[in-house]
Each structure stands twice: as structure tokens, then as C-alpha cells.
């Protein structure tokens, strides 16, 4: 099986501070990974630079073997993205918002319906994006990233400002997505990565410090709980 994501000496580098230092990065269809890091690790930007959003200062990101620079379209139709912060378009609609990004993405009306009953947002559409709450506003990034049914998922603190009901109906539907998607979650909690993900990235001041199961982890760190390997492996007082 193809990687979905080959990620070759990736580095990014803004003014004096590098953000993400020659990262290397692949990931198949049906992985769930956490990109675990402390604030400030340099999650957010890979994760924009994957989807394309970020030029790299140097290396190389394919996104089902195309190369995003030099194939920008070919490689962003196969990527669905929440970031970091809030969706687009305050002053719209639910309804308007996913409406115009389901048109860019030529998905019809059943998916949007769909989409909606799926991220739980069916009541809210009809309400302007800005009135939202931030767990609605998530979930409404959320809804927007999957219109396409696309191949790859990159999902930045995807949880954020859910209640806990909430988290885990987001967390279930990214584990069943999970079975045939690759998945790739930025976040800062470590209950996150436990449940969510079977492979864990750690990533501090740019570059990958563990990669692999919770069990291989806490064996190479000789740790007993994440929260120990963890601190260990980035200096985090948590």
C-alpha cells in the first residue's frame, strides 16, 4: 500500500526562528496519527504547509504522490482541512457557508444533508457563523472539511472548546473515518492522542522527538504513562 503522505526534509523557517526543522513524515490509508506537541512545537504550521496553505522554505510534501508545489490542485483536491481558529465567512449563514464550499467542491445537496446530520449541526443552520459558540464553530469547520469525502484528513485541535459529549461523538466519527481515511490530528492533549490515534507523533521545536504505538513509546522512554514520556521527551512541565 502507497503512502497518502510523503513528507521529505521539510523545514520551515521564519526570519531567525525555524518552526519546522527537516522533517521527515509518511502516513498509508487507514492510519489515525496525533501530532502531539506542546504549544508553540511547530504542529500548526506543518499542518498548513500540508495542505498547502504555508510555502515550505525547503523539502518536499505529496499528497497521494503528487507534489502540492508543483501540482497545488492535483494535491489539495484529496485533502480535507480544520484549522486552527474559526470557519470563513462570519457574516454567513451554516447553511450559506457549507452551501458555497459544497459548490467549489462540486459535492450536491445529499452530502451536504448528510454532512450536517454527521457533525450534529442541523440546528444551527440557519444562524449566522459569528452568533456560534466555539464548539458549534468546530463542528461547522469540522462539517466543512469532510464535504468531499476526501482521502486525506488533517484535523488541527479538531476537539476544541466540545463539551465532553460532543468530543466523543467527534472522536468516534474520526475513528470510523479512520478505517479507510488517513488521518492526521494536531493537538495538545494527551487524552486526545491516547484515544483517538493508534500511532503518536511527538514533535517539539520543529522536529519528530518519538514516532510510533503508545506501548512503543513508553518502552523506548521507559515511561509508564504518555504524560511521563511526554515530559521527557520535549522538557514540558504539564
Not at 504555508?54 to 507534489?67: F, M, R, V
Not at 484528513?153 to 478505517?179: S, Y
Amino acid at each position: 500500500m502507497s503512502d497518502s503522505i510523503e513528507i521529505t526534509g521539510l523545514t520551515k523557517n521564519f526570519d531567525t526562528l525555524t518552526a519546522v526543522d527537516n522533517l521527515n513524515l509518511a502516513a498509508r490509508p487507514g492510519e489515525v496519527i496525533a501530532l502531539l506537541g506542546p504549544n508553540g512545537a511547530g504542529k500548526s504550521t506543518l499542518m498548513n504547509m500540508i495542505a498547502g496553505y504555508l510555502a515550505p522554505t525547503s523539502g518536499q510534501i505529496k499528497i497521494l504522490g503528487a507534489d502540492i508545489a508543483e501540482h497545488p490542485l492535483l494535491a489539495r483536491q484529496n485533502i480535507g482541512f480544520l484549522p486552527e481558529g474559526s470557519p470563513l465567512y462570519p457574516d454567513m449563514s451554516v447553511a450559506a457557508f457549507l452551501k458555497y464550499m459544497a459548490g467549489l467542491r462540486g459535492v450536491g445537496a445529499p452530502r451536504l444533508a448528510e454532512v450536517a446530520a454527521l457533525a450534529k449541526i442541523d440546528e444551527v443552520m440557519n444562524c449566522k457563523i459569528e452568533t456560534l459558540s466555539k464548539g458549534y464553530l468546530r463542528r461547522v469547520g469540522f462539517a466543512q472539511s469532510i464535504l468531499s469525502d476526501p482521502p486525506v484528513l488533517l484535523l488541527d485541535e479538531p476537539t476544541d472548546g466540545l463539551d465532553p459529549n460532543q468530543k466523543e461523538h467527534i472522536r468516534k466519527l474520526i475513528a470510523d473515518m479512520g478505517k479507510t481515511k488517513t488521518i492526521l490530528i494536531s493537538t495538545h492533549l494527551l487524552e486526545e492522542a491516547e484515544t483517538i490515534a493508534a500511532r503518536i507523533v511527538v514533535i517539539a521545536r520543529g522536529q519528530i522527538k518519538a514516532d510510533g504505538t503508545l506501548p512503543r513509546i513508553l518502552a523506548q522512554n521507559r515511561s509508564v504513562t504518555l504524560h511521563e514520556a511526554f515530559r521527557k521527551l520535549t522538557g514540558e512541565e504539564r
